[in-house]
Every structure is written in C-alpha cells, then in structure tokens.
C-alpha cells in the first residue's frame, strides 16, 4: 500500500546543497576553529589547571555563555521541538524550572567548591568524606551519565538533524560531527571550549529567532497556532484498515492540554507536582553537581562573575520556549502527516524508526521553511549546539577519569602524563556512545527529551541528596553518605532495568513491563528515590561516628569563611601521590643523559603534536615542584566580594526570579 508524502525531508530538491546554504556553513567552521586557535595561546594548556580550569581568569559573560551552550545541545533542539510537537508545553517547565536552579549554583554550592580547592566534583566528596570509595563510585557514575543520557543523545539528534538536511547515513552523519568537535577539545582545554562557546551562543540565538519568525509567519501567528494545534492529526490513520493496528484516537489526536505548563497530577504527561518537584531534584543535581556546568564556574576569576554569569545564563534559560517549543508545534500543525504519524510503516519510512517521528519536528521546519542561505544558517545552529555541548561532555569525562580514576591507577603520575590520557579517554567514550544510539533510537517512544529525563530521574537523585546534605548538613559523613549512595542506586535499578528489559512502549504497542514497577511516573520516582535517599543518609550518620571541625573548615556552608588550617581527611594520599611523583622524578633524572640524545632526534611531526596538545616541545610548562604544590594548596580561596558588585548581582537574581515567577504563572 502507498502512503501519500512520507518521504519529503529527504528529497533531492529539500536537501542542503545550493552554493549559498554551503558558504554559510564553511563561514561558521572558519570562525569556529578561527576562535579555537586563537583561544590556545590564551591560557597555559601544559598544566592541570590552565587545561581543566582556563587558569581560572574567565570574566562573568564567558561563563554565562559557556553555561548556556554547554547545557543547550542538540538534543534540546531536537528533544524540546520533538516533545512540543507531541505533547505540547509542558516540556519547558525543564527550562524554566533552572532559572530558580542556577541562583542556587552560584549563591549556595559554587562558594563552597572555590574553598574545598577543587577540580572535580569527586574530589570534593573525597574532601568531604574522605576515603576514596565514593569518590570513585561518582566518578563512574557520572561518565555513565555522560555516555547514555548526554553523548549518545546529542550524537544521534544532531545525525537526525544532518540526515534530514543532506541526505546522509545517521553513521556517516556522526563520525564527521565527532571528528571536528574533537580537534578543537583535544588541542584546547576549557578556554577553547568557553570562548568557542560564547561564539556558538549568539549563533543559536541568532539563528532560532529566526527559524521562529519564519516559523510563526509560516502558521499564520500565535493565534493560529492556538487554534490548529488541536487539529493536527495524521490523515494515514484514516486511509489505512482500523482493525489493522485498532488505533486508539488517543495515539494521534493532540492533547487537550497542550498550552498548559502544569497538568493533572494523575493523567497528565508531566504531571505538575512532578513539574514543581521532581525537575527541581533533577535539576538540583544537573546545574548545582553535575562537572560539566560545575568546570565552567570555577574557571571564573571570582565569585562574583560566577553568580553574574549564572543569572545571564538564567535569562537566556527563557528562551528555549519560544526558539524550540512553540516551532515544534507548529511544525506537528504545518506537517502532521510526517511529524503526528503513528502508523509504523509510514513512521518506518519518514524517519527510520517505527516508535513515531516527533523528533524530526525541528529539522522538517529547518528544510521546509527556511529560503536558501538561511538554511545554512540554521544547520550551521546545529551544528554549533552539537559541537558545544559534545565539546563540554568531552572535557568534563576527561576531567573526570584523569584526575578522579587514573591517579588512583598511577599515583606517580606527571601533569604531561595527565594530559595525554585525558585526551586519549575522549576517543574512548565517543566510541562507546556510538555502539549505543540504536538503544537511544528506540527508547521512550522516539521522543528524546523523555528519555533523557527518565534515565536522570533514575541514577540522579541519590547524587543530588548526597551533594546537599554534604555542602549544608555538618553531621552527615561517610558511611552516611556511602550507603545512601548505594541504597539510591539499588532503588534506582529496581525500576531502570525493568523498564529497560520489558521496553517503555507506545501508544500503539504498550509496554508489558508490571504497572507496579514502570506504572509510577518517572518524576514522582525521582521525588521519592531523593526522599529515600535523605533518609537514609541520616539514619547512618546519625549512628555513627561524626567528623570533626577541624576536617570540615571551607568543606560546608556553615564554614565557607572560616581561617582555621583544615586538616583533609584524605591528606594520606595526597603524601602518597607526592612521594610517587618524587620517586618518579628521581628516575627521570638518572635517566636523564638518554632523554637528551633522545630528544635530539625527536621528529618534527612529534613536535608539533605536543605542541597542539599542550605538552612536551614547545608549551614551555614546567613541572611543579613538591615545594610548589603544598604551597599552592595553603593558600585560602578568595571568595570576597565588593559591596557594590555584590548588591549588583543580588538586584539582578531578584528581577529574574520575578520574571520567571510571571511566566510560570502565565501559562500554567
């Protein structure tokens, strides 16, 4: 049997390919990478810090940008438009909700980890707690994180979006998106990525209003959109047998409630105590714990840039309803045949995957509505999402299992080494994300923003309860915070696994997976695992032994401001770490008269690889030495701030709280 038009988006005549389209996309890789170069000889990217850090010397508007492009990925693009397209508004209550979330990041937690001295955030918890068993188990966790809810997703919508644009394999699609993204990460640490960031930021910007106004211009305006987004049904469920499939109305007919922000508690998609409640925990660990927006605020030269770079990015937290949202509803009203199909043959061979094609929303509207050039522009959007945010994960995981697991694994080794094995786990993780897109094709019925979610309400909440309790709660200690972490996670896999195991389903092919199970929806399980959790984490640490002061001055709130000398719990090993760096030295320098003929000899190529990645010839970093970094580590942590600057920035978070407060009002 025919189906009528299912296959446009990928026509020879709809495809990407006139030579002003073209033009504009190598202009925004030459400006790309011009900026990425010109960012290398910026900071010192020989050393741990100047790689991981940016030297710390970042002012509020890189930083506000960076946090914005770094979190906005094409996922959103694809996840947010696709979720609007399928179920209306409600998605962006995850936007909205960080505009309360991010105050919190830079008033409460950021303050905090300057004081700790910290890189990463297991090195805080090791810090906070001591020992190393939780610290290694958020590493772990959180590199899992990265591949299955942030790489992978980010990967596949951004091939969706290329596929529909030129025509390519998905597999094609992302291998060319991995091997430009990872030139400019390798070769220049976070101030590459914070200051290609800023760049990627006003491109998206720019680019999405644009696609808006056409977009809005397209329907008719937002009265139109009002009014025939209701009506936007697939006409292929008419033309084929009902009894084929026996397809419920439901499966196709947009909801009811499609422009209501919160919704019935029991029937609703996104139900609104879960909108108020179960966002905030998620978004608690995300924006106030998780490494890749966390890096960005310690790259900042004082707190209070962190706290003016946080509110810019509030503000531009506003946006995604209006760029994203809204123009994937009006792609479901303008081409509902392809982004509304339900039927599987017709959905098979829209987008390749039988589960729906809501996801294509974004990139439809891109081909469709947008004059040659401007078409360009918008994958040349993107493309700028894509690569942001895959640049952050890359660095962030790189951060993350160079110093928070290899060290563990060679305690002696040198900062050279270090920047060598965190280059080298980039290509490791991409790798593996790859093999999994074809779970992330499937999951949540082809809805990615959903399945994102999901997965964070399943593994982030234990995080997030152990983080707060660490920074405000001077009673909680390790054993407390171990166990909770463990009990969260087996709570957590009780109903991952099933879900993964039985499937999430359709609306067409329901899931067999037990009501009991899979039947609580997902943000009231992330209310309760983060409740549970809490619990837990009291329970122990009250029966147990608690730390003491003298180990928790600048670890805690209460004592960010405290002068006392900290005796870290986990000073044994930093001793231990610091002999083996001794032990390795010495070596070196009974070796040293080959290293000299050796170098001698040294190749050009090899040069000038060492010079791209930081080390070796030419970076002229030298090592710190054993007097240096216990010097370096006696030194407190300023977080003082001027008065004037101080109450400029409290006004600041004030008016955007009012703002947000008015828009969730307006359309809950």
Partial sequence: MEHPSVHPGLSGKDTISNPADVSVIAAYFIVVMGVGVWSMFQTNRGTVRGYFLAGRTMTWWPVGASLFASNIGSGHFVGLAGTGAASGIAVGAYEWNALFIVLLLGWLFVPVYITAGVITMPQYLKKRFGGTRISIYLSIISLFLYIFTKMSVDIFSGAIFIQQALGWNIYVAVIALLSITALYTVTGGLA???????????????????????????????????????????????????QRYNISPQCYTPRQDAFNLLRDPATGDLPWPGVLFGIAVNGGWYWCTDQVIVQRCL??????????????????????????????????????????????????????TAVGCSNIAYPKLVISVMPDGLRGLMLAVMLAALMSSLASIFNSSSTLFTMDIWTRIRPQAKESELMVVGRVWVLCIVAVSICWIPVVQAAQSGQLFDYIQSVTSYLAPPIASVFFLAVFVKRVNEAGAFWGL???????????????????????????????????????????????????????????????????????????????????????????????????????????????????????????????????????????????????????????????WRHAVDANAIIMMAVAVFMWGYYA
């Fill in 299 to 352: 790259a900042a030269r004082s707190v209070t840039h962190v706290k003016a770079g946080c509110i810019m990015c509030g503000y531009l937290k506003l946006l995604p309803m209006f760029l994203m949202v809204f123009p994937g509803m009006i792609s479901r009203v303008l081409y509902p045949d392809e982004v509304g199909c339900v039927v599987p043959e017709v959905c098979q061979e829209v987008c390749g």
């Fill in 486 to 644: 463990m009990g969260g996670l087996v709570m957590s896999l009780c109903r991952m696994v099933p879900e993964f195991w039985f499937g999430t389903g359709s609306c067409l092919f329901p899931s067999s997976c037990p009501s009991l199970v899979c039947g609580v929806h997902y943000l009231y399980f992330s209310i309760i695992l983060f409740l549970c959790t809490s619990v837990l984490v009291l329970l122990v640490s009250y029966g147990t032994e608690p730390i003491k002061d003298q180990h928790l001055y600048r670890l805690v709130f209460s004592l960010r401001h405290s002068k006392e000398e900290r005796q870290d719990l986990d000073w044994e090993d930093e001793v231990r770490a610091r002999r083996a760096r001794r032990r390795a030295e010495d070596k070196r320098d009974r070796t040293e008269g080959d290293l000299v003929v050796q170098e001698e000899v040294k190749s050009a190529i090899c040069r000038l690889l060492g010079w791209l990645c930081g080390v070796g010839g030419g970076s002229g970093a030298p090592e710190p030495t054993d007097q240096e970094g216990p010097e370096a580590s006696e030194q407190l942590p300023d977080i003082s701030e001027d008065t004037v």
């Fill in 192 to 242: 590459a990525l914070m200051y290609t960031d800023t760049v990627q930021t006003f491109i998206i910007i720019a680019g999405a209003f644009v696609l808006t106004g056409f977009s809005f211009d397209k329907v008719g305006g937002y009265g139109a959109l009002l009014a025939s987004y209701g009506s936007a049904m697939p006409a292929a469920t008419v033309s084929l047998e009902p």
